[in-house]
Structure formats: structure tokens, C-alpha cells
């Protein structure tokens, strides 16, 4: 960190404007040219979201990603 700082470097966060990616993002998931599968925990039916939801929001059993299947 001393190294960083010796140059002067600085840091930016905040959130990426997600409305503007989300589409983009489908697309490429539809299409098999993305594949988020690497960071999702668990796939449920719409019956179960609101559970799934609930643990999640828990951290429950290593609730990271849901994907909701109709």
C-alpha cells in the first residue's frame, strides 16, 4: 500500500449505472455468449422467490445469486 500511495494513485468506487447495462447484459446471456453460472448459488421456481428471497437477504446457506426459473 506504501507503493501505491508513493505514486500518487487514488481510488474511485460507487455503483455502475445498471439501468444503462442490463439489457446488454440479458442479450448476452440469451444468446450463450455469457455465462454467469460461475456466480450463482441456487435456482428456484417463482413459487419459491419469496423464500428464496428471505435467505438471501439472510446469507443463508451461502445464498449469493438466486435465478428464478417460471
Known amino acids: 500500500i506504501g507503493k501505491f500511495f508513493e505514486k500518487g494513485l487514488t481510488i ?3 455503483q455502475c449505472n445498471v439501468k444503462s447495462y442490463n439489457r446488454y447484459l440479458r442479450d448476452l446471456i440469451t444468446t450463450g455468449r455469457a455465462k454467469p453460472s460461475i456466480i450463482v448459488s441456487h435456482h428456484v ?3 419459491d422467490a419469496a ?3 428471505n435467505k438471501y ?4 446457506n451461502g445464498y449469493t445469486k ?3 426459473h417460471p
Open 57 to 60: 437477504d439472510k446469507r443463508v
Open 45 to 47: 421456481s417463482l413459487n
Open 12 to 14: 474511485g468506487t460507487g
Open 51 to 53: 423464500d428464496a428471497y
Open 66 to 68: 438466486v435465478l428464478l
